[in-house]
């Protein structure tokens, strides 16, 4: 990212981007970034864009050959193509040859690095992924969002908004523009705004879930149970997100028996570091073989309610019961 700002800064840019990860709404600013940079307002002679799969690259190099129309660039945006989970090899040749007028800008959800197109780009362009920041850069992005609107949040509030709008970028920052609005007549948002104001994720309540389990409060687990039902989420997938929690648990525990840290331990997982503070702080409550039992249980029940031999809203109901008694 430090490199994109820099070539926007200097007006040095690379013939060729490429942003990918998993953070969309950073790609997005990024994106525009470039776009805003590389392209003059109004210039549709020199701009062109595809998406998805089926692009046509021919085509594409075709025009990136053209040179531009009374202007010093002619800019490509492509997205979305899945050039770069494979090697596309008439891609992969062009890169170390684009037209020096020429800028493309791809942005892709998924890229294999150890295709020949992307490792092309990385030689011949700059290729910049995009993950979810850590806690203290959210906070401070949020805090200048809230210092703009002449507000503060109290540290419950802060920790509860971040619980529940931490999935992603877009997310957080519309449920932060929700808030500012539902506060608009006050100087500090509190705990009671956020849980008036800002929607709980499902993964969230999950975790909720699985916190009661432990505590083995059933009436509670029952009852944010069928809360999402009623939110129209069906069984299976809340069974497949209960599985995935315990099985992240199982992983971590593991893991930390064998004397690995947070950050190590969120590196060879692909998660954030507040996500392994959180889990293995509430694997605590259950035994490597309880989480065994647990899982083995939830992948027979699974194939019951899929093969019919059960009601699959009762073959939740079923796993909950056993280990919240």
Same mark, same amino acid.
């Given at each position: 990212?430090?490199?994109?700002?820099?070539?926007?800064?200097?007006?040095?840019?690379?013939? /060729?981007?490429?942003?990918?990860?998993?953070?969309?709404?950073?790609?997005?600013?990024?994106?525009?970034?470039?776009?805003?940079?590389?392209?003059?307002?109004?210039?549709?002679?020199?701009?062109?864009?595809?998406? =998805?799969?089926?692009?046509?690259?021919?085509?594409?190099?075709?025009?990136?050959? *053209?040179?531009?129309?009374?202007?010093?660039? +002619?800019? !490509?945006?492509?997205?979305?193509? =899945? $050039? $770069?989970?494979?090697?596309?090899?008439?891609?992969?040749?062009?890169? =170390?040859?684009? &037209?020096?007028?020429?800028?493309?800008?791809?942005?892709?959800?998924?890229?294999?690095? %150890?295709?020949?197109?992307?490792?092309?780009?990385?030689?011949?362009?700059?290729?910049?992924?995009? *993950?979810?920041?850590?806690?203290?850069?959210?906070?401070?992005?949020?805090?200048? %969002?809230?210092?703009?609107?002449?507000? *503060?949040?109290? %540290? @419950?509030?802060?920790?509860?908004?971040?619980? +529940?709008?931490?999935?992603?970028? @877009?997310?957080? #920052?519309?449920?932060?523009?929700?808030?500012?609005?539902?506060?608009? @007549?006050?100087?500090?948002?509190?705990?009671?705004?956020?849980?008036?104001?800002?929607?709980? &994720?499902?993964?969230?309540?999950?975790? #909720?879930?699985?916190?009661? !389990?432990?505590?083995?409060?059933?009436?509670?687990?029952?009852?944010?149970?069928? @809360?999402m039902l009623a939110a129209k989420e069906p069984p299976i997938r809340i069974l497949a997100l209960i599985v995935r929690q315990?099985?992240?648990?199982?992983?971590?525990?593991?893991? /930390?028996?064998?004397?690995?840290?947070?950050? *190590? !331990?969120?590196?060879?997982?692909?998660? +954030? #570091? $507040? !996500?392994? +503070?959180?889990?293995?702080?509430?694997?605590?409550? $259950?035994?490597?073989?309880?989480?065994?039992?647990?899982?083995?249980?939830?992948?027979?029940?699974?194939?019951?309610?899929?093969?019919?031999?059960?009601?699959?809203?009762?073959?939740?109901?079923?796993?909950?019961?056993?280990?919240?008694?």
């Open positions: 990212m430090k490199t994109i700002d820099e070539n926007i800064k200097t007006q040095q840019f690379k013939n /060729a981007y490429l942003l990918y990860g998993e953070e969309d709404y950073l790609k997005k600013q990024y994106r525009d970034k470039l776009l805003h940079a590389l392209v003059p307002e109004g210039d549709t002679m020199n701009f062109a864009k595809y998406e =998805g799969s089926g692009i046509n690259i021919g085509e594409v190099i075709d025009l990136a050959e *053209t040179l531009p129309f009374f202007s010093e660039r +002619r800019v !490509i945006l492509i997205s979305d193509s =899945g $050039f $770069f989970k494979s090697s596309e090899e008439k891609l992969t040749e062009y890169l =170390g040859e684009i &037209q020096s007028t020429t800028y493309f800008i791809f942005v892709e959800s998924e890229v294999d690095k %150890r295709s020949k197109t992307y490792k092309a780009i990385s030689k011949n362009g700059y290729a910049a992924d995009f *993950t979810m920041p850590d806690e203290k850069m959210l906070a401070s992005w949020m805090g200048g %969002r809230l210092k703009s609107a002449g507000k *503060t949040i109290t %540290r @419950d509030a802060w920790k509860e908004f971040f619980e +529940r709008t931490s999935d992603n970028m @877009d997310h957080m #920052d519309k449920e932060m523009e929700k808030l500012l609005s539902y506060t608009y @007549d006050k100087d500090s948002i509190t705990l009671e705004d956020v849980e008036a104001i800002c929607t709980k &994720q499902i993964h969230t309540k999950v975790f #909720d879930m699985i916190s009661f !389990i432990a505590s083995k409060n059933l009436p509670q687990v029952l009852s944010l149970y069928h @809360d315990f099985d992240q648990m199982y992983l971590m525990k593991d893991m /930390a028996s064998q004397g690995m840290n947070y950050s *190590t !331990i969120a590196g060879k997982l692909g998660i +954030r #570091d $507040f !996500i392994v +503070r959180k889990n293995l702080g509430l694997a605590k409550n $259950f035994s490597m073989e309880q989480i065994r039992c647990l899982l083995e249980d939830a992948a027979d029940l699974d194939e019951r309610a899929k093969t019919g031999l059960i009601n699959d809203q009762m073959a939740v109901e079923l796993l909950m019961i056993k280990y919240s008694k």
